[in-house]
């Protein structure tokens, strides 16, 4: 008996970065956490920039939600306090996004070779944690995956073929549609039960909880008659 627990995640994301450090929070706290199962699904929130695209987040953010550049770089400060809270390093400045479907690609490679999580760490911590431009970059991307562990060959290899695992992470995000997710993180366990956003450890633990009772469900009691027990038998009374 397992659950399931697939998560659709961006590169580009902040909050998946938080969610995923508060869903492993619960996880690591959860009794039966060697029975639980986690998948990332790919989810582009941007998927009409150009596979080269590259520029920087504040200026970005500002412009997507009409607000100033001093308001973007404040937001930015206050999820670095709430990373820092949580022990993830997080630059507030400098950062770049863009185009993220060649990091899904990637990321279905290192499904296959049952290493996704490894890559998945990566990513988040060459975007977020560190100085470097990440996006636009395939040499970058080839240094980061070769940094968790992967074939530098087999890597590029990947990077080189635009239609290599392109397949898989399109059905992930058709599969977000089909289960009405409209931003990430956005968390599925069992196909039965949704997490959407970087909710707090004790929601990832409800949930989990929720999840493993569906598939330990309690017995029913249909009749109950006269039996015996720890304090000995119920006797029937005469009449």
């Known amino acids: 008996m397992a659950v399931q627990v697939e998560i659709w995640t961006d590169i580009n994301c902040p909050f998946c ?3 995923k450090r508060r869903f492993e929070e619960a996880l690591e706290a959860f009794p039966h956490r060697d029975q639980v199962s986690v998948v990332h699904k790919s989810f582009e929130l ?3 920039l150009p596979r080269d695209h590259s520029d920087a987040v504040v200026p970005h953010i500002a ?3 009409g607000i100033s550049e001093a308001q973007a770089a ?3 400060r206050g999820i670095g306090a709430q990373a ?4 993830l390093t997080y630059r507030i400045e400098g950062r770049d996004f863009g185009n993220s479907f060649d990091m899904h690609r990637l990321l279905h490679f290192a499904l296959e070779q049952g290493r996704q999580e490894q890559l998945l760490d990566a990513l988040y911590a060459a975007n977020f944690a560190e100085d470097a431009p990440l996006f636009g970059d395939h040499d970058r991307l080839a240094r980061v995956a070769v940094s968790a562990g992967f074939d530098e060959q087999a890597v590029r290899a990947v990077l080189a073929d635009p239609e290599a695992y ?3 992470v399109r059905a992930d995000e058709a599969e977000a549609a ?3 997710a409209r931003g ?3 968390f599925v366990l069992d196909r039965k039960y949704g997490v959407s956003g970087a909710q707090p450890a004790e929601v990832f633990a409800q949930a989990l909880q929720q999840a493993w009772s569906d598939h330990a469900p309690g017995l029913e009691i249909v009749a109950d008659g006269d039996a015996c027990g720890p304090d000995g038998c119920a006797l029937p009374e005469r009449n």
């Open 178 to 180: 089909q289960l009405g």
């Open 184 to 186: 990430v993180p956005f």
């Open 74 to 76: 404040a937001n930015e």
């Open 17 to 19: 970065y938080l969610g």
């Open 46 to 48: 941007d998927p009409t």
């Open 84 to 87: 820092e809270a949580m022990g």
């Open 63 to 65: 412009e997507k939600y």
């Open 166 to 168: 392109a397949d898989a």
